[in-house]
């Protein structure tokens, strides 16, 4: 029987089940439709229970040379008015640090690793999955070379879509999958060197006060996501804003671009005077020398994920508001409980019911609480502790 697994996507979720697969002495490949994976993105959050998979797979000297062991949350006002702090990762009692840590650096250590143990041709690039076919026996999966256009069929044991957002296994999977749906929430990201932030180890969340129509108009987060910037003592800040743009509603999926450009200018004016963590916020946006604009978009949760030799991974399969730290925690924790099931099963399809049945409610329901602490934080029924309660219900903490 074909035992090998297929994983389409090398993001975070897909490198790490490729990691954990090879450490359950599974065979696996990755095939991603980029033709060079580049380290993309800003900061993300890795909450702890994640941080415990990446360790257990012996990356964690590896992670805290990168990353920013975050302590502590502090919710603040747009003058930079305390309000209160909450603590984070190893300050609030976890075994494990919370991180912040640059995406594509994450991704690239974990790109390095999967080539070191999994040998140069473990990943491919420039492979785009466009559909299967799977049988008793195998799975059938149809591939774009993306520099040629050649379609080739791969075969495999299993397949495991980690194709993120915009996957096309899930798509295939379900047809009927509802749209992608905008909260009507903008979010501008950037990031640039400071001086030390804060402690070097504080994120701060600014919330305005309730507009005239009820609803918040803006919020602004700030965290330093670099440990080599901060051994020399400076920060590198991440920063994001957020603003309520339009009604909620379904969004054309090509519109949700983790690498669109924006300007400064289209973040300004809604943070005019606005100060966070002792700095103008005017400052760290117009400082950034790249600015990223995203819509706040998930989907809804599906009743079950897969079928048969096939499942979702991570993005792919429960996108959630990228707020609570649980994006990228999320696929960790999906990858590792993956692995253990398929290694503790003698049926792979046992094996992926049993991942699904331990992963889908637990993941549906991070799904529903994020959107319960955006709406908080946006719609003027958000007094703080509301948006807090949401928060610690979303991560756990
Ligand atoms: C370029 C990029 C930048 C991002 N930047 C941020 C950020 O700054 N902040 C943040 O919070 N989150 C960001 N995210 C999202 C974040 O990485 C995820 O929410 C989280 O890490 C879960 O990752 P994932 O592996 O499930 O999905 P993703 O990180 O989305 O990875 C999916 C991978 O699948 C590949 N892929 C897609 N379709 C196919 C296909 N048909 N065949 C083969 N491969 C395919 C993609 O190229 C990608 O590498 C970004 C995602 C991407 C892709």
Do not use: C, K
Not at 69 to 98: C, I, K, N, V, W
Not at 278 to 300: E, F, N
């Amino acid at each position: 029987m074909n035992s090998h697994v297929l994983i389409a996507g090398a993001g975070i979720g897909g490198l790490t089940a490729a990691l954990s697969l090879h450490a359950a002495g599974i065979d696996a490949t990755v095939v991603d439709s980029v033709r060079e994976i580049r380290p993309l993105g800003v900061g993300i959050n890795i909450q702890p229970q994640a941080v415990g998979v990446l360790t257990e797979l012996g990356l964690g000297d590896a992670l805290a040379a990168v990353a920013i062991p975050t302590a502590e949350h502090r919710y603040a006002d747009s003058r930079d008015e305390l309000m209160f702090t909450d603590p984070r990762g190893l300050a609030r009692g976890y075994r494990r640090p919370q991180y912040s840590v640059h995406r594509g650096e994450l991704q690239m250590l974990l790109l390095d690793a999967v080539r070191e143990r999994l040998g140069a041709e473990a990943v491919r690039t420039g492979v785009r999955v466009e559909r299967f076919i799977q049988s008793e026996e195998e799975v059938r999966v149809r591939v774009t070379d993306r520099a040629t256009d050649a379609a080739s069929v791969l075969s495999t044991g299993l397949l495991v879509g980690a194709d993120g957002l915009h996957s096309a296994v899930r798509a295939a999977l379900h047809p009927e999958q509802g749209p992608v749906l905008w909260s009507g929430v903008r979010m501008w990201r950037g990031v640039l060197e400071t001086e030390r932030f804060l402690t070097g180890r504080s994120a701060v969340i600014a919330t305005d006060g309730p507009r005239p129509d009820g609803r918040h108009g803006a919020q602004f987060l700030a965290y330093p996501i670099s440990r080599p910037a901060d051994d020399r003592g400076r920060s590198l800040l991440n920063w994001v804003a957020l603003v309520t743009e339009a009604e909620p509603g379904p969004l054309d999926p090509a519109a949700a671009d983790w690498n669109a450009p924006a300007r400064p200018e289209d973040v300004l004016p809604h943070f005019e005077g606005w100060r966070i963590g002792g700095r103008l916020v005017h400052d760290l946006v117009t400082g950034s020398a790249l600015v990223l604009r995203y819509p706040m978009v998930d989907r809804d949760p599906l009743p079950r994920w897969g079928e048969g030799r096939v499942t979702l991974l991570g993005d792919a399969a429960h996108p959630m508001y990228p707020v609570g730290a649980n994006g990228a925690t999320q696929a960790i924790i999906d990858a590792g409980v993956l692995a253990d099931h398929l290694a503790a099963a003698d049926d792979p399809r046992a094996a992926l019911t049993a991942y699904e049945t331990e992963r889908g409610e637990a993941t549906a329901r991070i799904v529903r609480a994020s959107r319960r602490m955006h709406e908080s934080a946006h719609s003027g029924a958000g007094a703080i502790d509301a948006i807090t309660s949401a928060f610690r219900a979303a991560t756990g903490g």
